[in-house]
């Protein structure tokens, strides 16, 4: 019998695989009631696959995708990411982050503003500094690089805080509504920008969003959660080829796939959870 040794990445951990099982998480209201935001969740993602997280508001995704990252922990069940506790994959490097907004720094430029975490970083492990540069010019920004971030727009901001977190080539890269402030144009061409970056980077991506438009053309893989309790209802592989250019958001087979993941998500406001002894609050 051969054994393979799994495979170390920039971290130093196994893959990037992350197992989630059984996870609930409650909060107790101000009138003391309690809110399940997750009921017995159970999502296996697999390394190097581009996940995305949809489902109404209030419906936990972003409480799965802080508690992946280490921010939260469960009141029952269990997470892993790459094999460990997400905070031991965090104090590892392995995690990235991009928030709602890009909390870029006003007074250094583009350039120093992406390039400040691997700079810190390096003082710690001395790793090689990444080619932020090539980075930038990739996700569009070659012209914009010595600007400060008061001179670009929302759309420009926010690929600046894209490169800054794939620059650190986390091995899993988490993504919570990062164009929910963007109009619809200046979305699809991060998109296209953000499907690039992951090709290159290869990082293991978990999205939420609440676009079902988005979730298809990103994934190869969509968790559909619904809320009160918060629960992941159904998961859909998204079996579209890849690149996945603009042209493919108007094809019947893209269609499709959005008119289901519709279904879904309406399928699960119209079959509520009411399980005999658990209400969703409590
Ligand atoms: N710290 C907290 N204390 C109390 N309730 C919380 C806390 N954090 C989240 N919640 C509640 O838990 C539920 C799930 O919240 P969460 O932010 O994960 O939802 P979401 O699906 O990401 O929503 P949205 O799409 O609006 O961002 C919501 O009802 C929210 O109000």
Known sequence: MTITAPHKLGSGLREPEIVVTGARRTYELADYSHLVALHDVDVTIEAGSFTSVIGPSGCGKSTLLRII?????????????CGVAPREAAAAKALGLVPQKPALLPWLDIFKNVTLPARVNRRHNRSPLPDMEHLLQKAGLGD?????PSQLSGGMQQRAAIVRAFGLRPDVMLMDEPFSALDEFTREALQEQLLDLWDETKSTVVFVTHSISEAVRLSDRIVVMAPRPGRVVDIIDVDLPRPRSAALIKTPAFHAYEDLV??????AFEKPHHPATEKGRV
Do not use: M, N, W, Y
């Open 69 to 81: 990252g280490g921010l939260e922990t469960l009141d029952e069940g269990d997470v892993t990411v």
């Open 144 to 148: 914009a690089i010595h600007k400060l």
């Open 262 to 267: 519709r279904e879904r998500l309406q399928a």
